[in-house]
């Protein structure tokens, strides 16, 4: 059984940073990922991390988040600077063998989500 567990979120302002972290059990040899959906909108894949540290990231982050994992403790972080406003969502981590399956949102596995949101 794959139960994944985020932590981090919060309110910050515009500018600020923010750490999410995503602790996986059972969940070895996957693609990690974090998506988030805010309110009125589609859920939308934000970066993702292969098992062999293959990495994409959303344009709308580019240059401003970054996905990293530490494989001894099975833990994803998703390290966001320069917030903006439109980064206000609710964050989610997932899972999948399949990375392709992971980028394009059908992981199997999802966490329950922490919120992120940003004033400006």
């Known amino acids: 059984q794959v139960q994944l567990v985020e932590s981090g979120g919060g309110s910050v302002q515009s500018g600020g940073s923010l750490r999410l972290s995503c602790i996986a059990s059972g969940s070895y040899h996957r693609s990690k990922g974090w998506f988030r959906q805010a309110p009125g909108k589609e859920r939308e894949g934000v970066a993702i991390i292969d098992t062999d540290g293959t990495i994409n990231y959303a344009d709308s982050v580019k240059g401003r988040f970054t996905i990293s994992q530490d494989n001894a403790k099975n833990t994803v972080y998703l390290q966001m600077n320069s917030l903006k406003p439109e980064d206000t969502a609710m964050y989610y981590c997932?899972?999948?063998?399949?990375?392709?399956?992971?980028?394009?949102?059908?992981?199997?596995?999802w966490g329950q989500g922490t919120q992120v949101t940003v004033s400006s």
């Open positions: 997932a899972a999948d063998t399949s990375y392709s399956k992971l980028w394009l949102g059908r992981a199997a596995y």
